[in-house]
């Protein structure tokens, strides 16, 4: 175990020296990974998105088979701008029973486990496959897994297990919200605030909208969903930020809000989303009702499903006979896990690290949860030899 721990620690520190932070090109730190797995003798694949400066890997160890078991987790991080490190955030740093870099527990913590024991997973006599899918920026909103789930499923091969290991303690969740993030540009028509009806406000009307959100967050808050393993137990809608107009005495030209709409399975937030958008269309027609030029346009940044909460999973078999945990969670965050659950791959969560030091400057992981990882990725090659 000390010689695999020793190439996790020395696989994350290369790992945290890339920023690879989402909307840019990953190709640095997925080439990295590429070029590691290919000294092994293992081949992976680069699938592109359109622009071809991000790529999502897939490697598969052992014969092309059914009753793999995959471990994805996504090679982006958040930003450090305006974050008060006292350690370099894209060196890793060792201090005690903690290392300390960007990324070092959200999540390539869990990537330089699943790389350490590629060489003991070449050299095992696989009966069944172990697959590695590593997806690009899913920080803001999995944008890369519904093309790896999509070709994955492509492949012809049938996983029992994708094991997404974001950071949870080693404790298994099994279900997850899911999201809806927008941004809304309201566009009105300035003029001097003496004489309202000489233009039309962007901020008076993005404050409809905003009180329109919070009565529909009301509304979900009065009808949770019975027996729900989610908490909160219903579907919840937040306005993050808010920015525009031009002074106190003119009328506001334009105001932007981004905005989410978190969901609860099983409801995929179709219908309120309908709701939503019918509301905007009719704001806007009010807006242009005097002034043709007003208009509301609404970006999506994207949308991530929920990871359905199923007790009978074979993803959640696989991963509490190996780790010995008998309890089983949901989470209100999002994961990659609801895309691949989304195309059929039987998805949980589970990884080493708290969640509570992800996103925070001087983030870290302890030692010891990378070790509990180790062993844990050791039952797994064992099993997939059996």
Known sequence: MAATLNTALALLDDLVRFPSLPGQSNLTIAGYIHDYLKDHGVY????????GERANLLATIGPAIDGGVALSGHMDVVP???QAWTRPAFELTRDGGRVYGRGAVDMKGFLACALAIVPDLVTAPLKRPVHLAFTYDEE?????????????????MKPAAVIVGEPTEMKVIAGHKGGFERCTRFT?????SSDPGRGVSAIHYAARFITFLEGLGQEFAAKPLPDSPFQPPFNTVNVGTIGGGAGRSIIAEDCTLDWELRVTPPDDGIAPMQRIEAFLTDLETEMQAAFPQASIVTEEVSNYPGLRFDPDSSALDVVRQLSGENSFTAAPFGTDAGCFDREGLPSVVFGPGSIDQAHIPDEYIETSQIEACLAFLEGLRARQCR
């Open 140 to 156: 803001p909103g999995s944008i890369g897994a519904p093309g790896l789930a999509r070709h994955f499923v492509a492949t012809g």
């Open 44 to 51: 992976a694949e680069l699938i592109h998105d359109d622009s």
């Open 188 to 192: 009105g028509v300035a003029g001097h």
């Open 80 to 82: 450090v701008d305006g």
